[in-house]
């Protein structure tokens, strides 16, 4: 059946269609944008919703662009490269005032410019899929195709660094040449400033001669390999003597030294320019104690210690705070910044309070949020509570639930909050909001 024709609404969190049927039901439309009028066919019928696909477009969006990549619409890694770059991020910016208008109830009293940077080659790390697949002609290294878990046949790809997508042809090559190829699930992508690394997951050990022709392909490539031959603590580089990889912020004078399976953020650009706005909006002052959760490696830590009289830094991943902590002896910052292991997710008022006053609080949580700190602070005596919040959020729906708990429960105000456009042509929300206390205020970003 694909006679139906649709007015697309609006467009969800994953960057589909929104539309009503004749008889009212909600109606996902893949490949479709606001204000179009499309002929669908349905591929799914829910009790409460439907779900379609755009079979031809009748009326289109002035915001409609032809897709850069070949690939867009059957492979899974961008849903968005019909739409105009610039109109993504408003789009981002709208889904965000949603969220927490109607999920916390609060309205940010400042919006705040967006963060966005290259549309294209910015991703510094990705994991490919690779699977063996004789009727495609052998070897397939990429993205998983939409809604499926079948691998995309695919040769190159616009949005990882040009020099990485010149390496996909070569690997699918080299891979088939493996006495393990049938058993190679994924290679994990790591770009440093100096350095790239592949990181080779095998579910069976590799043969000497595997290893010689993963040394070539790496002489002859430039690139480093790491191999894992189980879970991410076990992967370890091919060759011992190999450099670290790292990421620099020169605004800092810091470099950050990372291994290829650690969590870091994806886009290098992006992320200085994140860090950036965060320390402007916590304005931070020599006197101030600030406390930094979910902090990683120290990716913001390390910056704030830099204008702070003390930053601590609390993290679950004992890795990451290792990490941390040799950055913090490096730049010779370890008397200005501390480090802890803890699960944050099950933090209450009375572990906050053991750590003294902070003038300032950074959270950067992962997707899930950071709920039990939100209530932990809310319960906090307004004169221990921090003057200022900054929240990095990767999740707009998570950020909204703890903003109407610092708001409702806790007594800030949700002074600023906007969209940073980590993700170019997909459908992930970043995001950074400033929660105060006192007085209403118009924040300073630079």
Same mark, same amino acid.
């Given at each position: 059946?694909?006679?139906?024709?649709?007015?697309?609404?609006?467009?969800?969190?994953?960057?589909?269609?929104?539309? $009503?049927?004749?008889?009212?039901?909600?109606?996902? *439309?893949?490949?479709? !944008?606001?204000?179009?009028?499309? +002929? /669908?066919?349905?591929?799914? $019928?829910?009790?409460?919703?439907?779900?379609?696909? *755009?079979?031809?477009? !009748?009326?289109?969006?002035?915001? +409609? /662009?032809?897709?850069?990549?070949?690939?867009?619409?059957?492979?899974?890694?961008? *849903?968005?490269?019909? !739409?105009?770059?610039?109109?993504?991020?408003?789009?981002?910016?709208?889904?965000?005032?949603?969220?927490?208008?109607?999920?916390?109830?609060?309205?940010?009293?400042?919006?705040?410019?967006p963060i966005y940077g290259a549309f294209w080659g910015y991703r510094m790390k990705a994991r490919f899929s690779a699977r063996f697949v004789a009727k495609k002609g052998g070897m397939l290294v990429g993205f998983r195709e939409r809604n499926s878990r079948f691998v995309m046949d695919m040769e190159h790809c616009q949005v990882v660094p040009p020099h990485v997508s010149a390496l996909l042809k070569p690997l699918r090559a080299l891979l088939e040449t493996l006495s393990v190829a049938r058993r190679v699930p994924q290679i994990e992508l790591a770009v440093g400033d100096a350095q790239t690394v592949l990181v080779l997951r095998h579910l069976e050990p590799l043969s000497a001669e595997d290893h010689d022709k993963l040394r070539q392909f790496a002489q002859e490539h430039q690139i480093q390999w790491w191999l894992q031959p189980k879970g991410p603590e076990t992967a370890h580089p091919l060759e011992a003597d190999q450099e670290d990889l790292y990421y620099s912020l020169p605004e800092y004078d810091l470099q950050m030294h990372f291994k290829p399976t650690d969590f870091t953020q994806v886009n290098h650009g992006i992320n200085r320019v994140l860090i950036r706005r965060a320390l402007a909006l916590l304005d931070i002052q020599p006197h101030h104690r600030v406390v930094d959760l979910f902090c990683g490696l120290g990716n913001f830590t390390l910056p704030i210690a830099r204008t702070a009289r003390e930053v601590v830094g609390v993290e679950g991943s004992e890795v990451l705070i290792e990490r941390a902590r040799a950055a913090a002896q490096k730049h010779d910052l370890a008397d200005r910044a501390q480090f802890s292991v803890l699960d944050l997710f099950q933090v209450d008022e009375e572990w906050l309070q053991t750590l003294g006053h902070f003038d300032r609080m950074l959270i950067d949580p992962p997707r899930d949020g950071a709920v039990a700190v939100a209530k932990a602070v809310s319960a906090l005596p307004v004169q221990a509570q921090p003057e200022r919040i900054v929240y990095v959020s990767c999740n707009p729906s998570t950020l909204a639930r703890d903003a109407g708990i610092l708001t409702h429960v806790g007594g800030y105000r949700l002074q600023a909050a906007g969209v940073v456009n980590m993700f170019p042509h997909t459908a992930h929300i970043e995001s950074i909001a400033v929660f105060t206390k006192g007085t209403q205020e118009r924040l300073s970003i630079d």
């Open positions: 059946m694909s006679n139906t024709v649709l007015s697309i609404e609006s467009l969800d969190l994953s960057a589909q269609g929104v539309a $009503h049927d004749d008889e009212g039901k909600v109606v996902f *439309v893949e490949g479709a !944008l606001p204000g179009e009028k499309v +002929r /669908v066919e349905f591929s799914r $019928h829910k009790k409460n919703y439907n779900k379609a696909q *755009v079979v031809e477009v !009748l009326q289109a969006s002035p915001l +409609r /662009v032809t897709p850069r990549c070949p690939y867009f619409g059957q492979c899974g890694g961008c *849903v968005m490269q019909h !739409l105009d770059a610039d109109a993504q991020i408003a789009i981002k910016q709208r889904a965000l005032e949603d969220m927490l208008r109607h999920i916390g109830r609060v309205q940010a009293a400042q919006i705040l410019p």
